[in-house]
């Protein structure tokens, strides 16, 4: 969906936006270990999407999503 093209990047894909940004500089910028850990509890939520994630986690079998962490300062 739209929704998941416009935000469902890759930690380059981040990168590469925030270094165009003028005025700022990244200082870190990693992929996060509690991914996993993250979407298991999401899963165990009680809200109306959990069911449609529960089979999009199933076929992407851990090869595809993560989270990642930027972390910039204002210059």
Known sequence: NSEMERTLHSLDWWKDLWKRAEGIEIVDSREMDCCIQ???E???AYHPI????IKMMDA???KYFNLVQLIAKII
């Not at 959990?50 to 994630?53: E, K, L, M, P, T």
């Open 38 to 40: 993250a979407w298991k």
């Open 42 to 44: 999401w899963l165990t």
């Open 50 to 53: 959990v069911a449609g994630d």
């Open 60 to 62: 992407e079998g851990g």
